[in-house]
């Protein structure tokens, strides 16, 4: 997926795992890494924002 395709992802909801859980988060940012990409994510219920791993994030309803 290219750089363009991660920009509209911007918005969309995700999961992550972390603990034993499934937690509901919006994707509000993407940067670039070499070979990789973050997200800023924050939770769907609750607060905080913090930078993840691309590839630790379910995009809910996106095909690959």
């Known amino acids: 997926m290219g750089l ?3 920009q509209r992802v911007v918005g969309r909801e995700g999961i992550i795992q972390t603990g ?4 509901s988060v919006i994707i ?4 670039p890494k070499p070979n990789a990409v973050d997200y800023l994510i924050e939770p769907t219920a609750g607060s905080g924002k913090t930078w993840i791993d691309g ?3 379910k995009i809910v309803g996106w095909s690959e």
């Open 28 to 31: 509000r940012d993407v940067r």
């Open 20 to 23: 034993g859980l499934e937690v």
């Open 55 to 57: 590839h630790q994030v």
């Open 4 to 6: 363009s395709e991660e």
